[in-house]
């Protein structure tokens, strides 16, 4: 069965880093496009970045110079190092290797969500 299954997150202060990890297994790892979407309460459903199966990346312009993904294939794993981290980068974060379209509910193909919670 298709899961991608994620790890990491919490809380910390303002100007901590933390990093997500999402491992996924019953797909093809790189035959799809994948990425991270991030959503506040009150907040549409955000795509934080992305990587593509020949690896160009996309990032949104809150989070660029601040956040990195990565991906190891032996692994079968995608990474979200988030750095200087802000209070409006609070939210649930999505692993997710169906991007389209954005939406932040429970689907194939996205990972559970893990709470990021950042403090002033």
């Given at each position: 069965?298709?899961?991608?299954?994620?790890?990491?997150?919490g809380?910390?202060?303002a100007?901590?880093?933390l990093?997500?990890s999402?491992?996924?297994?019953g797909?093809t790892?790189?035959?799809?496009?994948?990425?991270?979407?991030r959503?506040?309460?009150?907040n549409?459903c955000?795509?934080?970045?992305?990587i593509?199966t020949?690896?160009?990346?996309?990032y949104?312009?809150?989070v660029?110079g601040?956040?990195?993904?990565?991906?190891d294939?032996?692994?079968?794993?995608?990474?979200?190092?988030?750095?200087?981290?802000?209070?409006e980068?609070?939210?649930?974060?999505?692993?997710?290797?169906?991007?389209f379209p954005?939406?932040?509910?429970?689907?194939?193909?996205?990972?559970?969500?893990t709470?990021?919670?950042?403090?002033?």
């Amino acid at each position: 069965e298709v899961q991608l299954v994620q790890s990491g997150g919490g809380s910390v202060q303002a100007g901590g880093s933390l990093r997500l990890s999402c491992t996924v297994s019953g797909f093809t790892f790189d035959d799809l496009d994948m990425g991270w979407y991030r959503q506040a309460p009150g907040n549409k459903c955000e795509l934080v970045t992305s990587i593509t199966t020949d690896g160009r990346i996309n990032y949104a312009d809150s989070v660029k110079g601040r956040f990195t993904i990565s991906q190891d294939n032996a692994k079968n794993t995608i990474y979200l190092q988030m750095n200087a981290l802000k209070p409006e980068d609070t939210a649930v974060y999505y692993c997710s290797a169906d991007l389209f379209p954005p939406l932040c509910i429970p689907r194939s193909y996205w990972g559970q969500g893990t709470q990021v919670t950042v403090s002033s």
